[in-house]
């Protein structure tokens, strides 16, 4: 069974930077591609941004494009959010998730274990 915890998130004001960070067991972190979503209050969720298993190749939302980065650590089995130039728009639930293979990068249909989220506030 594998597991996905989310750390890192908080309220910040708008222009700050957080860094999401997202830990992983229960199955060889390396093997798989991951991503993260978002989740606003009375919207769906959406992608924000993936990478692939190896850490080469990474993609992106147009929303967070050029401010955000994602990144991974295999030999700590975790993986990062790096974002800054917050805006309010930001604002949401954020989780990690582990990608099936085979399946698109874009749509949470491809993914099939999730984290339980964390909160990310940004004020104007």
Do not use: H
């Not at 089995?77 to 990690?96: F, G, H, K, R, W």
């Not at 399946?103 to 004020?123: A, E, F, L, R």
Request: some cysteine; proline content about 2%.
């Amino acid at each position: 069974q594998v597991q996905l915890v989310e750390s890192g998130g908080g309220l910040v004001q708008a222009g700050g930077s957080l860094r999401l960070s997202c830990a992983a067991s229960g199955r060889t972190f390396s093997s798989d591609a991951m991503g993260w979503f978002r989740q606003a209050p009375g919207k769906e969720r959406e992608f924000v941004a993936a990478i692939s298993s190896s850490g080469l190749n990474t993609y992106y939302a147009d929303s967070v494009k050029d401010r955000f980065t994602i990144s991974r650590d295999n030999a700590k089995n975790t993986m990062y959010l790096q974002m800054n130039s917050l805006i309010p728009e930001d604002t949401a639930v954020y989780y990690c998730a582990t990608k099936r293979l085979g399946k698109s990068y874009w749509s949470d249909y491809g993914y099939d274990y999730w984290g339980q989220g964390t909160q990310v506030t940004v004020s104007s």
